[in-house]
């Protein structure tokens, strides 16, 4: 890891999750106001209430639109995919959403532990997802998995109903990310690899129909061994992990703006996307571009 993007001190979560949103609405051709959805994948809202994704509604002055904020860590973009697929399948309402991933993870780091400190940036990623009449669907497949057994390998121990903040546990950083490292890594390329091998049988597509293998982007040694167990060419596999660090639910929607605003991305191309993070929660998706 070379570089990392620390958000200033009066940078809010929001602020970057609407910056990302304009991008997306820009690229997508469309006006705030055709948003009638917007979900925001974060550990890191900008406060308990109001949601972020009300915070964002405000200041992108989007009309009534439904917002809510959910929680998946890392593998908040593949879960978010999910929810609002379901949504606007099963509501008629629901024509364009913004689906929203931002995390101001310097807020939660503890910069005296080195074990986790160099690991993380800030980013925000958006896509802004709409019904068409075209054949087909962007999402050909995808698994979401959790296992709260291992749930106490990587947490946040302050802050909620179980320890709220006092200054004795400000003091401990409490509110914190904690993580045992050498435990996350064996369970993630294990699960990853099994959720990548769901969704292409769910696909009924080989390795060799993907076009690029998008993991998530949380340790160089756990995306190589993702991508020599799956018999990914190197170049097909996207790796950034070196400008942004892990930056939680937004790595594989930075990786995903880069791939398709360079370029790379054609028509047609099938992206498989896997993820792991704290719950512990992990999934894969397969997407046609």
Known sequence: ???????????????????????????????????????????????????????????????????????????????????????????????????????????????????????????????????????????????????????????????????PITMENVNDHTHCIKMEGNKVFKLAVNAMVSSCNEVLNLAHLAYKDINWLIPHQANKRIINAIGSRLDMPEENVCVNIEKYGNTSVCSIMLALDELIRDGRAKKGDKILITAFGGGMTWGAAILKW
């Open 1 to 163: 890891m070379i570089e990392r993007r620390i958000a200033g001190d009066d940078e809010t979560t929001s602020d970057m999750a609407v910056e990302a949103a304009k991008k997306a609405l820009e690229m997508a051709n469309t006006a705030p106001e055709e948003i009638d959805l917007i979900v925001i994948g974060t550990i890191t809202p900008d406060m308990p209430l109001p949601t972020a994704a009300c915070i964002v509604q405000k200041k992108l002055n989007i009309g009534s639109a439904a917002c809510f904020d959910f929680q998946a860590a890392c593998t908040g973009f593949i879960y978010g995919l999910e929810i609002v697929n379901a949504l606007m399948k099963n509501n008629r309402s629901f024509k364009k959403a913004l689906l929203i991933g931002a995390e101001k993870l310097s807020s939660i780091v503890d910069w005296t532990d080195r074990n986790t400190c160099v690991l993380f940036g800030d980013a925000a990623g958006a896509v802004v997802l709409s019904k068409t009449n075209e054949s087909g669907d962007t999402i050909l497949s995808s698994a979401l998995h959790a296992d709260g057994q291992n749930s106490d390998i990587l947490t946040i121990p302050g802050g909620g109903a179980l320890h």
